[in-house]
T-cell receptor
Framework: GQNIDQPTEMTATEGAIVQINCTYQ??????LFWYQQHAGEAPTFLSY??LDGLEEKGRFSSFLSRSKGYSYLLLKELQMKDSASYLC??????????WGAGTKLIIKP | GAVVSQHPSWVICKSGTSVKIECRSL??????MFWYRQFPKQSLMLMAT?????????EQGVEKDKFLINHASLTLSTLTVTSAHPEDSSFYIC?????????????FGPGTRLTVL
């Protein structure tokens, strides 16, 4: 079957660094997405990885290991506005997105 | 960047009535659009793939006669929830693939919150 696992909730302090992990098992693999979703709003694109390694984009970085079926999203210099749910999604062999349940990130002052 | 709009953003209706939700790609054409449903604290669940000029493709367990999808043009797809019941109350989100992305990046609409009384 197809499965995406990520922690349900994480808490971090403003100004700190947090890493959100995601493991995936899908039928084929054509890349992994991270989306940010604020409560009551639609998801917004953060990153896409298809090759192993780290992709850095400002305060956010995303890492992928295809052999391990593992990815993480790294958020640096946390701001209160980063409080949101972070969704991991794998693109399977049919180019269909398989979504994780999301990780709710709570930022405390 | 590409923009996808949805209308209405929220709707409250009585049980047994039908509700239509529109999804529009504002500055690009979309031959395919996706409809998702999201219950509180849960992930996005793909309901169906809307195809311009042909029938929608529904995911397993989604009743096609209850959730009517019409992809009337290259910029508009509609989802009609027929004979809505309280258990249909959810956040409905549409998306369209980016016309320029090589890896199927999706642009999401702002979502429609449906409450059925």
């Amino acid at each position: 079957g197809q499965n995406i696992d990520q922690p349900t909730e994480m808490t971090a302090t403003e100004g700190a660094i947090v890493q959100i992990n995601c493991t995936y098992q899908t039928s084929g693999f054509n890349g992994l997405f991270w989306y940010q979703q604020h409560a009551g709003e639609a998801p917004t694109f953060l990153s896409y990885n298809v090759l192993d390694g780290l992709e850095e984009k400002g305060r956010f970085s995303s890492f992928l290991s295809r052999s391990k079926g593992y990815s993480y999203l790294l958020l640096k210099e946390l701001q209160m506005k980063d409080s949101a749910s972070y969704l991991c999604a794998s693109l399977d062999s049919n180019y269909q997105l398989i979504w994780g349940a999301g990780t709710k990130l709570i930022i405390k002052p | 960047g590409a923009v996808v709009s949805q209308h209405p953003s929220w709707v409250i209706c009585k049980s047994g009535t039908s509700v239509k939700i529109e999804c529009r790609s504002l500055d690009f054409q979309a031959t395919t659009m996706f409809w998702y449903r999201q219950f509180p604290k849960q992930s996005l669940m793909l309901m169906a793939t809307s195809n311009e000029g042909s029938k929608a493709t529904y995911e397993q367990g989604v009743e096609k006669d209850k959730f009517l999808i019409n992809h009337a043009s290259l910029t508009l797809s509609t989802l009609t929830v027929t004979s809505a019941h309280p258990e249909d109350s959810s956040f409905y989100i549409c998306s369209a693939p980016s016309p320029t992305s090589s890896y199927n990046e999706q642009f999401f609409g702002p979502g429609t919150r449906l409450t059925v009384l």
